[in-house]
């Protein structure tokens, strides 16, 4: 049935593509693969499998099952799997099943409660607004005088 389901989601997401849509079709590395060696791609990248190398494109998905052990540049990376190197994302969502080992720059973010991170998580971009919010604590000591 499983087989059924992914042929059928394939041939739909081909017949999609070839449409006025435009909608691209994933590239997909599924759960019984390993692939030793970077990927780039302007499209979107799904990885149910192992890869071992970096990752260029739009858009990454690391299954549940997923797992890459490199770096990463995407747009939008989306973590339920693990990942082990340094990415480099406007949007990141890491999932409560996620593993992340690395240092991860992003502008937003989102965590679920439970997801495992051991790294840091950098901002990118301009300030953080809580932190334009604050006092100019320079400013407040020369006012007390």
Same mark, same amino acid.
């Given at each position: 049935?499983? $087989? +059924?389901?992914?042929? %059928? ?14 909608? =691209?079709? =994933?590239?997909?590395? *599924?759960?019984?693969? $390993?692939?030793? !060696? /970077? ?9 149910? @499998?192992?890869?071992? @190398? /970096?990752? *260029? ?5 690391? @299954?549940?099952?997923? *797992? ?12 339920? @799997?693990?990942? #082990?190197? $340094?990415?480099?994302?406007?949007? +990141? ?6 593993? +992340?080992?690395?240092?991860? %720059? ?6 679920? =409660? !439970?997801?495992? %991170?051991? !790294? ?5 971009? !301009? ?6 919010? #604050?006092? /100019?604590?320079?400013?407040? /000591? #020369? *006012?007390?005088?």
């Amino acid at each position: 049935m499983k $087989k +059924l389901k992914r042929l %059928i989601y394939l041939k739909l997401a081909r017949r999609l593509s070839k449409s006025t849509t435009g909608a =691209p079709v =994933p590239t997909i590395v *599924s759960e019984n693969t $390993k692939i030793t !060696g /970077d990927i780039m791609s302007d499209g979107i990248i799904h990885v149910d @499998g192992a890869v071992e @190398g /970096d990752i *260029s494109c739009d858009e990454l998905i690391i @299954g549940v099952k997923g *797992s890459v052990v490199g770096a990463v540049t995407a747009n939008s990376l989306q973590l339920y @799997g693990a990942l #082990k190197g $340094k990415a480099v994302t406007d949007n +990141l969502f890491v999932a409560k099943s996620a593993k +992340l080992l690395g240092d991860a %720059i992003h502008n937003t973010i989102a965590i679920e =409660p !439970g997801a495992y %991170i051991d !790294g840091h998580c950098i901002r990118q971009g !301009g300030p953080i607004p809580a932190e334009a919010a #604050k006092p /100019d604590l320079m400013l407040v /000591d #020369k *006012s007390k005088k």
